[in-house]
């Protein structure tokens, strides 16, 4: 069983960490007192630092820095985009990012700010309509967000 720590400001104080105990003196500094010869356990000979959950770096997540509440999903849909003219442009993509209200993903077809899409998911439970807000071009790639135009109540990022 381990010994509660001391608090600041009497003989010494005490950090636990994992399953080693080190000492302290009064005063010290957090540095100073791992170099010192007052350390119980191994011998520490470099400082470490877990790494906090980072996003792989791509493309649509560079747009998704401007989506504070941006969640990464990987969900599969058909794109389609319904040209003024009659013509439509389909694509297979993968819905990267999500919030309770746009999604991010990549596209080759030529979108621009405002162009309306279908987005439809392989087993029919997404079948949305969706308007693009946000277009961000990298090396011949589109990166795109686009807002439900409606409200969706089986998607799963939620407010």
Sequence with gaps: ?????????????SVFLADFRFRFP???????????EKIEGPT???AAAAS????????VSK????????????IPVNLTRVNLGGG????????EFGTYKEVLFSSALPLEFADKLRIQNPDGTLDIDVSVVAVQYDCGKTAVAARFLKDVPNWIVKP
């Excluded at 509660?4 to 400001?9: K, L, Q, S, T, V």
């Design 26 to 36: 009064p005063g010290g500094d957090f540095p100073n007192a791992l170099a010192s």
């Design 63 to 74: 747009l998704a820095q401007f989506f504070p509440n941006a969640t990464p999903v990987r």
């Design 52 to 59: 906090s959950r980072k996003l792989p770096e791509n493309f």
């Design 44 to 46: 520490l000979h470099s």
């Design 88 to 95: 439509q442009f389909s694509e297979s993509t993968v819905i």
């Design 1 to 13: 069983m381990r010994k509660r720590a001391e608090p600041f400001g009497h003989e010494s104080a």
